[in-house]
Nanobody, 124 residues
Framework: VQLQASGGGLVQAGGSLRLSCTAS????????MGWFRQAPGKEREFVAA???????TYYDSVKGRFTISRDNAKNTVYLQMNSLKPEDTAVYYC???????????????????WGQGTLVTVSS
């Protein structure tokens, strides 16, 4: 089982990036798929998550700027990031697992499957 994240890069403040994460090894269509990020010297934090049916939830600081979506046929989850800020700079990780309670989607310990991370750098 493997999650492969891509799409990171260097962008100026106010710019946009689209991250992708493709899962392989089994079908993830019934899993919750999420994005987390980790800045240097900080703990990994929740960004957004989406259920198999498209229900989503976001960290407060990215609401209105980031949009999570998924294509179950492609086993892929996306994170569209607009109006990027320097404080969004981090390594972004995708994650997946079967999580029954929406209240647990933001908990990093609920996910067993993780991608390798993709670096997003936002310059001021």
């Amino acid at each position: 089982v493997q999650l492969q994240a891509s799409g990171g890069g260097l962008v100026q403040a106010g710019g946009s990036l689209r991250l992708s994460c493709t899962a392989s090894g089994r079908t993830f269509s019934s899993d919750v798929m999420g994005w987390f990020r980790q800045a240097p010297g900080k703990e990994r934090e929740f960004v957004a998550a989406i259920s198999w049916s498209g229900t989503s939830t976001y960290y407060d600081s990215v609401k209105g700027r980031f949009t999570i979506s998924r294509d179950n046929a492609k086993n892929t989850v996306y994170l569209q990031m607009n109006s990027l800020k320097p404080e969004d700079t981090a390594v972004y990780y995708c994650a997946a697992d079967k999580i029954l309670s929406r209240t647990r989607w933001a908990n990093v310990n609920e996910y067993d499957y993780w991608g390798q991370g993709t670096l997003v750098t936002v310059s001021s």
